[in-house]
């Protein structure tokens, strides 16, 4: 999988490594475990992000620092590599620096349709996570370069980005990952799941009960849908990426095919997760509204009002849930 990828690497000196924006487990795991490994290959190493790595999140940059891009520090790298995003504008200002000076890049990912802007893509789609790739590239390399902070940072991704593993993308293969990395790194699971999933605020708890005093359900109670605005943020004093993890709640009420969580948080519309653990696809519903994913978990955005953005969405998904009822595969 990595053959080519490794040996196109070795063209290059210093390697500058982007994740994608508002970065989650997976994004920032990836890139501290595969900045690790180039630098045990003898390369020169910078890792970027525009956004502030969240707090569950910080102890993985005491592993490999993750900075801000500046013309400084994009300027001594000859060549690019992004992570756990198919598409340039994925990664913010990495377009910018790509548009003033033209670096070779290399992709590895696993979302679902990539786009052709690479000069070299690892993609693979039905992978569970980008960490279970970059476990795939130490194993296809020499697994003993892996340490217990590349193993941690990994099995974060691996945690992060199958709900613990429970998702459908959780194959044999991703339990065997898992089990190399706790092998590899010597660690507990609950050492890592209590620092990335149990260092939740009262703030961030007020604002989770007022978020669920909202939940409504639609289309014979299977849609489920959360909001959250700024009058709720302002009340509890937490800020937009507070909201992580909400979605699953109202996706785990009985009988409920997907969820949606609208955020009303920002002057310039409306944000949304869209969550599925049905046959529900909502890749293609989030597509409808000019946003896109994976078919179990996508991302879209509405300009509001946030009572017209739950109409049109609620309407689109309930019609690909009456024609899935139609063929009976829902
Ligand atoms: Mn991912």
Redesign the pocket.
Known sequence: MFKEFIQKLKNYNHIGVFS?VRP????IG?QVAFCRWLQKNGYEVSAFNDDDVPENLLFLTDYFPVDKPTDEATGKCDAFIVL??NAPHRFGSYVKYQNENRRPVMMV???PEPEDEFDLSVSVDDA????ELIYNLYKEHDLDQMDPEAAKALYT?LI??TGSLQFESVKPETMETAAGLLRQGNFRPNEVAEKVFSNQTLPQLRLLSMAMGTIQLFKNNQIAVMTVTKKMLDATGTTNSDTDGFVSYPLSITGIKAAVLLKDVEDDGIKMSLRSKSNVDVNVWARELGGGGHKKAAGAWHEGPLEKAIEETVRIGSKQISELEKTSSL
Do not use: R
């Open positions: 994608h989650d487990g997976d994004c990836s756990d995003g990912d696993h979302h569970s996570s980008t960490c991704g992060t980005d």
